[in-house]
């Protein structure tokens, strides 16, 4: 080979390599640049790829604790039965437990279940908390952990969330607030039951598991409207609607299931009415929790019925204090058994209750009008505290007799048809109360 065709030779085989190694750099370029679009999905051919990465998980929100919530407690049950200890917290709304009762109804079952499948392993435990996950609007979310060990190989964790509406009064659990399918994947993601849901900061769902919380969109994809609408107030981030306060317990009068014979009890009595005036006094009584005695007269009873019926109402005793107002020693004895018998009936028809306590007016009474009463099976009650309200008609003067000659076991005798003598009562009461005293109404001085 002449030395000019040798180096042909070598410029076209170099040529041949810059050319293929051309091509081969192209193909690279090509098969590594093109675009994503244009490789087939991952999932279309599942065969075909690597096992795809699961889904992410993320931490669950944060909660609340349990004594975040006004009117919500904490009920603590420890218990060793058989050997297994039971130690149960559940959150109970005082003032409206049909709120917590699904949850409640839920622990119970746990409780069931236990004893019925567990409970005989020795060591076996179960032990169920709770906690706030949500608070806003008229929405309470409560989560319930179970954790339930029956040997030292089988132990096992649950928990499950509940979602109460403080308006409607109803309580849902957390897994219908997810459509079927986002039940399902979060399921399948979690494997185990997507029953506790809870929601983000921004309203999105999460349905917690044992590793961590299944993030879903906060969407009619993943919510039910029940959910849509918790999701809603949480991102707004409502003010949380407080639970119903419970029902305050009725203060019970001072002089209830008192024995006279031992505290210093002593009757208020008012006489004449009942009058415009008396609706007045009623609410002072009420304030200091005294029963007094009303001595009515049978015209005003019949003039104002409303008022001797309130007055019966509010616990007060009823006494009769005739018809018209005589002087029963002036009158002879059928007389006396018509004015007593005409104001028992209207006193009965306004009440519903006959009176057996006669105060005479004026305090008139004899050894006849006594017979009279006694064969009626009624007592005279007459007064040991005269405050002569009706003349004076000065508050500071009924105050001052009242509380100067008060003793255990005495009568104060007043006029509810005056006003001066209503604006002495709450002195009158306040004052003897500090002195000891215990109010009661006239029939229970001597029972
Ligand atoms: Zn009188």
């Given at each position: 080979m002449t030395r000019e065709r040798r180096w042909a030779v070598t410029a076209v085989a170099l040529a041949i390599v810059f050319v293929v190694g051309l091509a081969l750099t192209n193909a690279w370029w090509v098969r590594t640049h093109r675009p994503e679009a244009a490789s087939p999905p991952v999932t279309a051919t599942p065969s075909a790829s690597p096992t795809p990465e699961p889904e992410p998980l993320v931490s669950p929100p944060p909660t609340r604790g349990t004594t975040s919530i006004d009117n919500l407690t904490d009920v603590h049950d420890s218990v060793t039965e058989e050997g297994a200890s039971i130690d149960i917290s559940e959150p109970k709304a005082?003032?409206?437990?049909?709120?917590?009762?699904?949850?409640?109804?839920?622990?119970?079952?746990?409780?069931?279940?236990?004893?019925?499948?567990?409970?005989?392993?020795?060591?076996?435990?179960?032990?169920?908390?709770?906690?706030?996950?949500?608070?806003?609007?008229?929405?309470?979310?409560?989560?319930?952990?179970?954790?339930?060990?029956?040997?030292?190989?089988?132990?096992?964790?649950?928990?499950?969330?509940?979602?109460?509406?403080?308006?409607?009064?109803?309580?849902?659990?957390?897994?219908?607030?997810?459509?079927?399918?986002?039940?399902?994947?979060?399921?399948?993601?979690?494997?185990?039951?997507?029953?506790?849901?809870?929601?983000?900061?921004?309203g999105e769902p999460l349905v917690v598991g044992h590793e961590g919380a299944y993030p879903l969109p906060a969407s009619d994809e993943a919510l039910t409207p029940a959910g849509l609408k918790i999701s809603k107030a949480v991102s707004d981030k409502e003010d949380f609607a407080p639970l119903p306060a419970p029902p305050k317990p009725k203060p019970k009068p001072d002089g209830d299931g008192v024995d006279c014979s031992k505290?210093?009890?002593?009757?208020?009595?008012?006489?004449?009415?009942?009058?415009?005036?008396?609706?007045?006094?009623?609410?002072i009584l009420r304030k200091h929790h005294v029963h007094a005695t009303f001595f009515m007269l049978g015209n005003s009873v019949a003039a104002h019925p409303d008022i001797a019926a309130?007055?019966?109402?509010?616990?007060?005793?009823?006494?009769?204090?005739?018809?018209?107002?005589?002087?029963?020693?002036?009158?002879s004895n059928d007389e006396i058994a018509s004015e007593l018998d005409r104001a028992a009936a209207q006193i009965e028809k306004a009440t519903g209750k006959r009176p057996t306590l006669v105060r005479p007016p004026y305090g008139a009474q004899n050894a006849r009008v006594l017979s009279v009463l006694r064969s009626r099976g009624e007592s005279s009650i007459l007064w040991s505290v005269d405050t002569l309200d009706w003349k004076h008609r000065n508050p500071a003067t009924t105050i001052k007799r009242a509380l100067a000659s008060s003793k255990p076991g005495g009568i104060i005798l007043m006029h509810d048809i005056h006003p001066t003598s209503v604006q002495a009562v709450e002195g009158v009461i306040t004052g003897l109360k500090e002195r000891g005293f215990t109010f009661v109404t006239v029939d229970q001085l001597h029972r």
């Open positions: 005082t003032g409206a437990s049909q709120l917590t009762d699904p949850i409640a109804q839920y622990i119970a079952k746990v409780r069931s279940d236990f004893a019925a499948h567990a409970k005989s392993a020795t060591g076996a435990k179960l032990k169920v908390a709770w906690d706030v996950i949500t608070a806003t609007g008229p929405y309470l979310g409560i989560t319930v952990n179970v954790s339930t060990v029956t040997d030292a190989d089988h132990s096992r964790t649950e928990t499950k969330s509940f979602f109460v509406d403080t308006v409607k009064g109803e309580t849902v659990e957390g897994q219908r607030l997810l459509t079927n399918a986002a039940r399902d994947r979060a399921t399948n993601r979690l494997g185990t039951a997507a029953e506790d849901v809870r929601f983000s900061d921004a505290a210093k009890c002593i009757a208020l009595t008012f006489d004449d009415g009942p009058v415009p005036s008396t609706s007045t006094l009623l609410p309130a007055v019966a109402k509010d616990g007060h005793a009823i006494g009769n204090h005739t018809m018209t107002h005589p002087q029963l020693t002036k009158l």
